[in-house]
């Protein structure tokens, strides 16, 4: 029986504007003559059974074509017969047509006062205030005096000489600043921009509780985003080029606000998330909560991805699992197989004894899993030519595979199945070559890759939630443990870098990177939290910490 597509594919080739001179389908003139009623293409499909029975519905003796149906069909995958989907070979969201929205270069988050500029004004006499939202193009020239560069005064040097007033701000000063974070931001541009080597925030959450996002409208969730939105542009612009921003939260934002920071500083920026436990999964719930939340997540965005670069976590090269030496006993049988030659030693040939670990020592591995996919190792060469040979060969056997190996021998021995029905075996294997060398002089450091899972601090100093009296202040949970921002900051930046926290809150970011020897400025409005920063500061005694920071207000 005839193929429905081929029937449709022959129907529609009757029509020569749907076919180019060298017989190619035309398919985009055919979706446009069904988007547009084409009378022509109407009668075409009309004039068949199949045809018509398919894409045309009788009311009351009329028929009434069913373009939408049709577009479907004809924006098939391949229109091929074997096509089963309508639906194209990509995933993603489509639009009534089923074209890929991402394709239209048109895709953004989109929701209420997007188009405005949110203060978030906030000291502690005016928790919880109307907020005021400023649109950037009813209302220009507010925006334009709301974030022209302001003025820092009221400048004050702690250093270890004590408190004396700042006369000049220096480009290598720290600095705490008292004053809204957006009007922070919007005046550090001018002459930081480009500089920031890590961001680190710790936004409110937007909760719904008393100590969560304090601006209250009907419009909660879009006025978070839209409070953020404004902020992480000016951060994305004080970024330098191989910087990058690390944004911590918890579930109720942490997707919307993935979406916003693609659109800000671009979804091939995006570099990952971290998750991280932020409270034990024993610890007694509150009377009121009925899911017990343990994980906040980190976005990391790069300002320019093939810039960016982290420190990744360097240790010495372990030659542990060199402990193995093998002893030929006797003559083998030699083979050619798999385009190699191979040494055959049966059991009783050869020995394999355990050692101290050493330089020249081989390493055991078993030969399974992704390894046997891997093209050209031991593991592949085992299982393609060497497991069926047990009958052959017997159990218990030594292969000397020659022309394989990174390690210099020159062979990688090879130890087949130990029983009868195992369809697995092992291979010995030495310290790399490209290695040995950096290895006998203790110069070679192994780089792991950065674990993207941040279990909780246990010990009571850097304990979520035994936190609180940390760096001498006394604030309610939530505050972040330094150990923590320790772990970022000695991932994403370097001594005498530029770190930046706009949501200061009790110092933590501003004491970690005064500890770390790296450059920083710090934002914070409300004035407890100034207390706790300046206090917290100045009774840091570290010997790699001796700089001096500036207070100012803007």
């Known amino acids: ?51 018509s029975s398919r894409f045309f519905v009788d009311v009351d003796g009329v028929k009434v074509f069913d373009k939408v149906g049709f577009a479907w069909v004809i924006n098939n995958r391949q229109f091929l017969p074997d096509s089963y989907t309508r639906f194209k070979n990509k995933i993603g969201l489509a639009d009534e047509n089923g074209d890929l929205i991402s394709t239209s270069g048109k895709v953004e988050l989109v929701f209420p006062y997007k188009d405005c500029v949110l203060e978030g004004g906030q000291t502690l006499e005016e928790q919880k205030r109307q907020e005021v939202f400023y649109n950037q193009s009813l209302a220009p020239d507010e925006v334009d005096r709301l974030l022209f560069p302001k003025i820092f005064c009221n400048a004050t040097r702690y250093s ?16 705490v600043i008292k004053g809204n974070n957006l009007l922070s931001l919007a005046t550090l541009i001018r002459n930081y921009e480009g500089q920031v080597k890590c961001i680190y925030i710790d936004p409110p959450y937007n909760t719904g509780k008393k100590n969560s996002f304090g601006y209250n409208d009907c419009f909660n969730h879009s006025t978070w985003l839209s409070f953020m939105k404004t902020r992480l542009e000016y951060a994305r612009r004080l970024l330098s080029l191989d910087g990058c921003i690390l ?33 034990f999964t024993n610890k007694t719930l509150a009377e009121d909560s009925t899911l017990h939340k343990v994980m906040e997540t980190v976005h990391v965005y790069s300002k320019k ?18 402990c193995w030496e093998i002893r030929e006993l006797g003559e083998p049988k030699t083979i050619e197989v798999g385009g190699k030659t191979v040494d055959i030693f049966t059991n009783g040939k050869y020995e394999i004894i355990k050692v101290e670990p050493h330089i020249d020592g081989l390493k055991e591995t078993w030969a399974t899993g992704s390894l046997i996919r891997q093209g050209g190792t031991a593991a592949e060469f085992l299982a393609k030519y060497l497991i069926d040979r047990k009958k052959e060969d017997g159990l218990k056997v030594l292969y000397k595979v020659y022309n394989m190996g990174e390690d210099g021998l020159g062979f990688r021995y090879i130890l087949g199945p130990q029983k009868e029905s195992a369809f697995r075996g092992k291979f010995y294997s030495g310290v790399p070559l490209g ?91 409300m004035d407890n939290q100034i207390d706790m920063i300046l206090s917290r500061l100045s009774v840091i005694q570290h010997p790699r910490c001796s700089r001096s920071f500036l207070y100012s207000s803007n």
């Not at 270890?160 to 000063?173: K, V």
């Not at 093939?306 to 060199?322: H, P, T, V």
């Not at 990177?513 to 409005?525: F, G, L, S, W």
Request: aromatic share 12%.
């Open 247 to 279: 944004i911590q939260t918890d579930d109720k934002e942490q997707a919307y606000l993935k979406v916003l920071c693609d659109e800000i500083f671009g979804a091939e920026q995006y570099e990952t998330t971290f998750f991280v436990q932020v409270r």
């Open 1 to 51: 029986m005839t193929n429905f597509y081929e029937t449709v594919l022959t129907v529609l080739k009757t029509d020569e504007r749907f076919v180019a001179e060298d017989g190619t389908f035309l398919r985009n003139a055919v979706y446009e003559a069904a988007m547009k009623m084409d009378d022509r293409l109407i009668r075409l499909l009309l004039a068949n059974e199949e045809t």
């Open 160 to 175: 270890t000489d004590g408190e004396t007033a700042a006369e000049e701000f220096l480009p290598t000063d720290n600095m």
């Open 305 to 322: 991805h093939e810039a960016f670069r982290i420190n990744k976590i360097k240790e010495q090269y372990s030659l542990d699992k060199f």
């Open 435 to 525: 290695i040995k060398n950096e290895v006998r002089t203790g110069v070679y450091d192994k780089e792991k890759p950065v674990p993207n899972l941040i279990y909780n601090y246990l010990s009571s100093e850097g304990d979520f939630g035994n936190c609180r009296n940390e760096g001498g202040v006394d604030i309610e949970g939530g505050k972040k443990p330094e150990q923590l921002i320790k772990f970022f900051l000695d991932y994403f930046s370097d001594e005498e870098d530029l770190v930046l926290d706009f949501f200061g809150g009790s110092g933590t970011t501003a004491a970690v990177a005064h500890k770390m020897n790296r450059r920083y400025i710090t934002c914070e409005q």
